[in-house]
């Protein structure tokens, strides 16, 4: 038996002294693993300036706070972050390592895990403990689900999209230990962020947006994924997509919904020319309505949508968007 | 001369990787004849790759680790321009997860010798981990930058790249020798080119497998991996549909009434 009190581990990432979504919603799930593993939720945060930050991630749930506060940790450095983690990693023996899938958690995790020589999983939509008390990932794939687990080396390590589990209550009366770290004054000097450079996103952002058109491989061409991204934009929706779209040049990555894109969950979701293939649906988390169009009445995306429209998106969009502009006119006229 | 090697993945088409399905009852996987494809960011890789060498004096190795017919996409990358190729094959690399296939890889590039640019994709379309990079990273102890979308400078012993970050990027200044995963967005691969495809005929491919690189069963493979595939779900399905008939007037009518009523528009 592993000894009870290695803890649950998350590593938090702030951009801008801002702790992300997702840290938060890890910290709520690492404290039910914790309850039932009956040990307890560490959390490693990196940045400068964080300190107040430290205390938010108590409220959220964490019993200790590992805190690296140096101006050069203020943006994620690979190889300095990776350093420090796996050190103490190594002294703290983590039963369980949790790290958001962002672009910096993405690298991150694999370097870390890499440094430990143990396992890691992506893309899980639910984690579990089984009967022995091992960590099971669940990761959507082949039309069904794959429970993968790192039955010996540990930690066990995972990455996790933004929105698969939801932002515990921050409860301020909460108490918790902060850890200040020590952090080397030789920085190790082969790779550096210089900079990070934001572009405001043009549209509605997914993630909040109360209505998501997502176009697929069935809009054929680059016109037929502007009469897509046109719908979207009468709806005043997000456009979302999926990954054949992307490898189209249709649209960005960023607009991926799904298992390695986005987590959405918006009040209608419109599925446009996309055959409802599990990685893509697991992006839509909770939507209250959901309509499909898709030309093959026998598309396993209608075994997932309340509302279906078989017909070719091609002709049938321009002819949606009339609708609903009429729908609109006459809603302002009475 | 600028040493580079590329790193491919053989993956199952994406177009038809949807015929592989899970049997509910046996629970294993139903492997109807998918045929492999080179992996799409590997493309890119591969086009970066190129471009390096019409600009500097660059020589180009291509790897891949999978079962034989994996060597067709090394062959792929030798007709685009490519040096030379090896192929990393043998029972027991079978099974490997990230951290396994990233161990054998490096182990590979150790062998081949001398490096200064290793570029990956940064995903593959079957796993999709990303991880494979960095891990090659972590065990030829050298640095790793992920998703790059642009080379900002190179030609020097410190490169600067953007790396694709959300919405924007982070600029990365990187010492070789360094393994790059490169995004889409680093350029428009080159299709193959029918004299590429006869000059290859005369390039060789050199096959590894575990003897030629010296390696313990247990390091490679299904039993080098920490994580292992324990179970495996069908799923059904989760809301009943309405399909929506008439003309197709009728049809966005309707849609738009329901949905209005829904309070959803
Ligand atoms: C590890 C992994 C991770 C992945 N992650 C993601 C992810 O995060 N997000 C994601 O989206 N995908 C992801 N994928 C890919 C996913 O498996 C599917 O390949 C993808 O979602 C399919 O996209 P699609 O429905 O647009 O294309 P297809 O499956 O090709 O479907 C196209 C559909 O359009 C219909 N159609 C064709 N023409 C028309 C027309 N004229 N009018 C109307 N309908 C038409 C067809 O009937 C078909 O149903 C991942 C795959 C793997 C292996
Ligand atoms: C559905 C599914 C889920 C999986 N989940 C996990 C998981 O959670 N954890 C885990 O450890 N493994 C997982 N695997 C196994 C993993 O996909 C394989 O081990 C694979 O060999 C390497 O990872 P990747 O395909 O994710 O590569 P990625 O890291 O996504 O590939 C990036 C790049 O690495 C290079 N590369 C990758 N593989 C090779 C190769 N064989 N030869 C040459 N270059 C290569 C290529 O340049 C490629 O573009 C999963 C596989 C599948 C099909």
């Known amino acids: 038996m592993k000894k009870q009190d290695s803890p649950v581990w998350v590593i938090a990432e702030q951009i801008d002294c801002q702790v992300l979504a997702v840290s938060f919603q890890l910290i709520g799930q690492a404290r039910k693993l914790a309850a039932e593993l009956g040990t307890c939720v560490e959390v490693v945060l990196l940045g400068d300036n964080i300190s107040e930050q430290a205390r938010q991630l108590i409220a959220a749930g964490a019993d200790k706070v590992y805190l690296g506060n140096a101006p050069d940790l203020a943006f994620y450095q690979p190889e300095i972050y990776t350093e420090i983690i796996v050190k103490l990693a190594k002294e703290r023996r983590p039963e369980i390592m949790l790290i958001g899938s962002t672009s910096a958690g993405t690298e991150l995790a694999p370097l870390i895990a890499a440094g430990l020589e143990t396992g890691l999983t992506a893309h899980c939509i639910d984690l579990l403990l089984d009967e022995n008390k091992i960590l099971i990932s669940k990761i959507p794939a082949y039309g069904g689900l794959l429970s993968i687990i790192c039955p010996e080396k540990r930690p066990q390590m995972a990455t996790i999209a933004t929105g698969v589990f939801t932002s515990p209550h921050p409860d301020e009366s909460r108490t918790g230990e902060i850890v200040p770290l020590k952090v080397p004054a030789e920085l190790p000097g082969r790779i550096q962020t210089l900079k990070v450079v934001r572009e405001e996103p043009e549209g509605v952002p997914l993630e909040s947006a109360p209505i998501v058109v997502a176009g697929g491989a069935g809009a054929g061409d680059r016109k037929g994924w502007g009469m897509i991204a046109d719908l979207a934009q009468t709806l005043n929706a997000a456009l979302g997509s999926t990954r054949p779209a992307v490898d189209e040049g249709w649209t960005e990555l960023e607009t991926m919904i799904g298992q390695s894109g986005k987590m959405v969950s918006p009040e209608l979701y419109i599925g446009v020319g996309l055959s409802g293939e599990l990685q893509h649906m697991v992006g839509i988390v909770g939507a209250k309505v959901m309509v499909a169009v898709n030309n093959d009445a026998k598309s396993q995306v209608f075994e997932q949508v309340d509302y279906g429209i078989v017909d070719d998106c091609r002709e049938f969009v321009p002819v949606l968007i009339e609708k609903i502009k009429e729908y609109r006119e006459k809603l302002v006229t009475c | ?265």
């Open chain 2, 1 to 265: 001369m600028l040493k580079i090697v590329v790193c491919v993945k053989a993956v199952p088409d994406p177009k038809e990787a949807h015929k592989i399905k899970i049997d509910p009852v046996t629970k294993t996987l139903m492997r109807s004849d998918v045929p492999l494809v080179l992996n799409l960011m590997d493309k890119n890789a591969m086009e970066a790759a190129l471009q390096l060498k019409e600009q500097l004096d660059a020589h180009i190795t291509v790897l891949s680790m999978g079962p034989p017919p994996a060597g067709n996409v090394v062959k792929e990358c030798l007709a685009l321009g490519a040096d030379h190729g090896y192929l990393l094959t043998d029972q027991a690399f079978g099974g490997a997860d990230a951290y396994a296939t990233a161990y054998t890889l490096a182990q590979g590039i150790e062998k081949i010798g001398e490096y200064d640019v290793v570029l990956c994709g940064m995903a593959s379309s079957d796993g999709s981990t990303e991880w494979v990079g960095p891990q090659i990273a972590t065990v030829l102890k050298i640095p790793v930058v992920t998703r790059v979308k642009e080379l900002v400078e190179y030609g020097g012993q410190w490169w600067q790249v953007k790396a694709g970050m959300e919405n924007g990027y982070r600029l990365v200044r990187v010492k070789l020798p360094a393994v790059l995963t490169v995004s889409r967005e680093l350029n428009t691969p080159r299709t193959l080119s029918f004299s590429g495809i006869i000059k290859a005929r005369k390039k060789e491919i050199t096959a590894w497998g575990i003897n030629q690189l010296g390696l313990p069963e247990e390091s490679v493979g299904q039993k080098g991996s920490p994580t292992i595939v324990s179970d495996l779900d069908s799923l059904t399905s989760r809301r009943t549909v309405e399909i929506i008939s008439g003309t197709r007037e009728e049809k966005a009518e309707q849609l738009v009434n329901k949905l209005a009523d829904a309070g959803v528009i």
